[in-house]
T-cell receptor
Framework: DGGITQSPKYLFRKEGQNVTLSCEQN?????MYWYRQDPGQGLRLIYY???????QKGDIAEGYSVSREKKESFPLTVTSAQKNPTAFYLC????????????FGPGTRLTVT | AQTVTQSQPEMSVQEAETVTLSCTYD???????LFWYKQPPSRQMILVIR??????QNATENRFSVNFQKAAKSFSLKISDSQLGDAAMYFC??????????????FGDGTTLTVKP
């Protein structure tokens, strides 16, 4: 059953701690993405990766880091430098070329107190 | 940089009626794709419809259709025969198709659609 998974669904951390959000896909997609969604707002691109071992900053990369060591995996680390980390985080994947849509995971709700 | 603007934060429609959601975008690229996604209360993003920029013909998917005006950089979504299950937040999205930006996506802020029985 092909799809994209994110874990955990809810995550709680203390301020000052780094936290890593998991994203895995078995769709053989080249591209993977991380978005942040704040209440009642749209999706803002944090990082995206077109190919293994390469990634580009999106519009709000400050305070976040990523890695793409495997095609299937694109973990996101929310560092202590991120000023307002509490948000809903969505991971997505897609084929890189052509009019292919992004497939989204179920999301991770991160709360930092 | 590309931008996507959805000027209607909220819209409502009577069940079985038709509603149009607006979207405009700004880009200097010639190769790109446009999408509408739906996000119901479950927050799972679902593709509604897609459009290649080089195709003049407007995309249609059952009750959903778009009005793509490339020169005006407009990409509106029409929902016909609205159903209660259409109630959701709708996002317009742009994806670059060329060069080093290939795959980079930009989303609008969304339009919350309410369907009244």
């Amino acid at each position: 059953d092909g799809g994209i998974t994110q874990s955990p669904k809810y995550l709680f951390r203390k301020e000052g701690q780094n936290v890593t959000l998991s994203c895995e896909q078995n769709l053989n997609h080249d591209a993977m993405y991380w978005y942040r969604q704040d209440p009642g707002q749209g999706l803002r691109l944090i990082y995206y990766s077109q190919i293994v071992n390469d990634f580009q900053k999106g519009d709000i990369a400050e305070g976040y880091s990523v890695s793409r060591e495997k095609k299937e995996s694109f973990p996101l680390t929310v560092t202590s430098a991120q000023k307002n980390p509490t948000a809903f985080y969505l991971c997505a994947s897609s084929m890189l070329a052509g009019v292919y849509e992004q497939y989204f995971g179920p999301g991770t709700r991160l709360t930092v107190t | 940089a590309q931008t996507v603007t959805q000027s209607q934060p909220e819209m409502s429609v009577q069940e079985a009626e038709t509603v149009t959601l607006s979207c405009t975008y700004d880009t200097s690229e010639s190769d790109y794709y446009l999408f509408w996604y739906k996000q119901p209360p479950s927050r799972q993003m679902i593709l509604v419809i897609r459009q290649e920029a080089y195709k003049q013909q407007n995309a249609t998917e059952n009750r959903f259709s778009v009005n793509f005006q490339k020169a005006a950089k407009s990409f509106s979504l029409k929902i016909s025969d609205s159903q209660l299950g259409d109630a959701a937040m709708y996002f317009c999205a742009y994806r670059s198709g060329q060069g080093t930006n290939a795959g980079k996506s930009t989303f609008g802020d969304g339009t919350t659609l309410t369907v009244k029985p």
